[in-house]
């Protein structure tokens, strides 16, 4: 059974599902989807960086710059407050692979999918 703010990937056509509404299982192309499990392993291209200055929140994936390349970027950056989504931010290739948020800093954590190498979490 599906999560409230679970991410899922299609293994047929690479769809992916953030879920806002859990009430069953997730499936596409006629197979179940694969749960996104947050990587928080320390990583210089997908760690995902969080600088707070007052209640504006700066996010930057990775020290050194992920790609933004049609073949490989960012597709997602969330702000996630007590392990809700509380905003997010789509990327597109070409774009900076950074956001800013207004909000309170504390408990604060950051996760950002990567099209080829999954979920991240700070």
């Not at 047929?12 to 859990?22: D, H, L, M, Q, R």
């Amino acid at each position: 059974m599906a999560r409230i703010n679970e991410i899922y990937k299609c293994g047929v056509c690479g769809t992916v599902v953030s879920v806002i509404e859990a009430k069953g299982d997730v499936s596409c192309c006629n197979e179940p989807m694969k749960l996104l499990e947050e990587n928080t392993e320390e990583n210089e291209k997908h760690t995902p960086v969080l600088t707070v200055e007052g209640e504006k929140i700066k996010v930057k994936v990775g020290s050194v710059e992920h790609p933004m390349e049609d073949e490989h970027w960012i597709e997602l950056i969330q702000l996630m407050k007590d392990d809700k989504v509380i905003f997010e931010k789509r990327l597109y290739p070409g774009e900076k692979p950074e956001a800013e948020f207004l909000v309170e800093g504390e408990g604060i954590t950051v996760r950002e999918l990567c099209n080829l190498h999954g979920l991240w979490k700070s």
